[in-house]
Structures are given as C-alpha cells and as structure tokens.
T-cell receptor
Framework: GAGVSQSPSNKVTEKGKDVELRCDPI?????LYWYRQSLGQGLEFLIY????????KSGLPSDRFSAERTGGSVSTLTIQRTQQEDSAVYLC??????????FGAGTRLSVL | AQSVTQPDIHITVSEGASLELRCNYS??????LFWYVQSPGQGLQLLLK??????LVQGIKGFEAEFKRSQSSFNLRKPSVHWSDAAEYFC???????????FGPGTSLSVIP
C-alpha cells in the first residue's frame, strides 16, 4: 500500500505483559515518528528517527518504552511490563520533506 | 522552547456558518506551520501548511489559514462549514526539515445540522 501501515489495529493485554507495536512507513520516507494519544487528548511525542542519525528519544515516558527502526524502514515500539496508564492510541507517522507527516491509523492499546 | 496553544478545547457551529479555529505558537525562528484533521477512529490528515511566502494559504476541503508573524498565530478558517467537518483539529509547528514537529492539544469541532 501507499500509506503508513500500523499493526495490530487493536491490542488488548494484561497488566505486566510486554507488547510490540509495528509501523511500516511510506517507502523512501527518511523520518519516522511515534506519538501517544490518550482518550480525548492531543498528541504526545514519543520518539523520532531521522535517517541514520541517533533517534530523539526525549519523549519516551519511562525506561519501559523503547523503539527501534530496522534498515531505515520498519519500526517497532516496545512497551515492557505494561501498566493501565499505557492504554492509549499509538500513532506512527513518516515524513520525506519539510516535516510533512503522513499518519497511520494507529494502534489502540488497552491494558486490563 | 517550542510550543503550540489552541485556546478553544471545543467549538460548536451550525452547518453553513463560518468557522475560525485559533492557534498560537512559540518558536525561536521562522516556523513551518501545519493544520491536521483527525476524524473519529482515524489517523491525522494534513489540511494545509505554511513554509514561506504568501501568508494566506489554501488547503483541502475548502480550508484556509493565515500566518501572522506579529501575533504568532496561524488561525484556520472556513467560510461555510459542512456536517462532515466535525472532527478534531490540530495545529503544529516545526523548524527545519530535520526538527521534530510539536502539536497543539487540539480543538474538537461539532457541527449542528
């Protein structure tokens, strides 16, 4: 497909379990962003990858959160030992130029 | 520090009425400015952008926005709102192509038929 793809679209997990969220950016896009959107809230920046540069991890809320981007393409956001406050929609976006971001539909994470 | 404020959390307008959503930003250099729209259960879609030049920019779906440097504002307008415009609207600011973009908290728009 031509757009940003995120999987799974929905994830229900139990407190304390680890989860992995995947993002397939648009081919050729050098920048990739992860955001968190809690119910009725705005976008909370998590992490930003740009080309081969070191990622900007300044938005990760705790050391339970990590992300990697393999081969400059697919990215995985991992949340370890999930907590109920991690429940949110996790959005991924990719960008090629001038920070015009193209967003995926998101992964809705529910921690029971 | 970079920041974006959207003073209106929620706005309700009647269909056919005009609309203005406010956005103020704080940025140390000439900003790149964006408006995105998010329909329920969807990701964000770019409505319009400002990089340089003409301070009145046109976007999709009949929206426009005006960059006012003196007021640090980038307000979004539409002359006649349609019921399908009901959504969440986010203003965002960025710098060079390799700076991360900062989003405002969003304004929720409801449209009365």
């Amino acid at each position: 497909g031509a757009g940003v793809s995120q999987s799974p679209s929905n994830k229900v997990t139990e407190k304390g379990k680890d989860v992995e969220l995947r993002c397939d950016p648009i081919s050729g896009h050098t920048a990739l962003y992860w955001y968190r959107q809690s119910l009725g809230q705005g976008l909370e920046f998590l992490i930003y990858f740009q080309g081969n540069s070191a990622p900007d991890k300044s938005g990760l809320p705790s050391d339970r959160f990590s992300a990697e981007r393999t081969g400059g393409s697919v990215s995985t956001l991992t949340i370890q030992r999930t907590q109920q406050e991690d429940s949110a929609v996790y959005l991924c976006a990719s960008s090629y130029r001038k920070n015009i971001q193209y967003f995926g539909a998101g992964t809705r994470l529910s921690v029971l | 520090a970079q920041s974006v404020t959207q003073p209106d959390i929620h706005i309700t307008v009647s269909e056919g009425a005009s609309l203005e959503l406010r956005c103020n930003y704080s940025y140390g250099a000439t900003p790149y400015l964006f408006w995105y729209v998010q329909s329920p259960g969807q990701g964000l879609q770019l409505l319009l952008k400002y990089f340089s030049g003409d301070t009145l920019v046109q976007g999709i779906k009949g929206f426009e926005a005006e960059f006012k440097r003196s007021q640090s504002s980038f307000n979004l307008r539409k002359p006649s709102v349609h019921w399908s415009d009901a959504a969440e609207y986010f203003c965002a600011v960025g710098g060079t192509s390799y700076d991360k973009v900062i989003f405002g908290p969003g304004t929720s728009l409801s449209v009365i038929p």
